[in-house]
């Protein structure tokens, strides 16, 4: 049997440079676990074949279990950033849908404000878009606060009515989204 001193002897010399070398290419508490695994390597290694350049062969050895152990780590949690990406695009996907839901609703409002008479919308939005009380309406458009609420009350009635129906006919038909989804997939 052949004295093994000299694996042992180079790795004592060279031991910091391997840390320095790896710490580059690992994360720092990983830098330990590639150096000890570098030197059960070469010692394995050094048993079935006499190793010439044993500092060499350790750099070596050792750079390739880092970049091992980060080829392992990238396949270990690429499969969970494709996840991650997947459930981003998703979540886009419901706010682009959501927002084009909001302003189709606004749109339909709207249409709707337009079908009631000039003095009506004109309360009902300085009551509803504006925050104006009713007594300030009644002095701005020279009419009694009884019928500035008549006209709001008015207002409101009706779009609420158009909107309900609106939202019901609106969420038994498919979504843009979904549409888009189906139209895809044929």
């Known amino acids: 049997m052949t004295d ?33 695994e570098t030197f059960i390597k ?14 060499s062969y350790m ?42 839901t909001s302003k189709e609703r606004f749109l339909f409002f709207c249409r709707v404000t337009n079908e009631l008479s000039p003095q009506v919308i004109k309360c009902f939005i300085l009551k509803k878009v504006y925050g104006l009380s009713q007594k300030e309406i009644a002095a701005k458009m020279e009419l009694s606060e009884s019928t500035v609420e008549k006209h709001i009350a008015k207002g409101l009635l009706h779009v609420h009515r158009a909107m309900k129906s609106h939202d019901v006919q609106t969420h038994s038909h498919p979504t843009t989204t979904e549409f888009a989804a189906k139209e895809v997939n044929k």
């Open 59 to 100: 750099l070596k050895t050792a750079k390739h279990l880092a970049l091992n152990h980060i080829a392992k780590w990238d396949n270990k949690y690429k499969e969970s950033l494709d996840e991650q990406q997947q459930v981003e695009y998703q979540m886009r996907s419901m706010a682009l849908e959501d927002e084009v």
């Open 42 to 55: 070469s010692y394995e290694a050094d048993l079935r074949q006499n190793i010439e350049y044993t500092h």
């Open 4 to 36: 093994r001193t000299g694996v042992i002897t180079a790795f004592t010399e060279i031991s910091s440079k391997l840390r320095r070398f790896v710490s580059r290419i690992v994360s720092p508490d990983d830098v330990e676990d590639i150096v000890q």
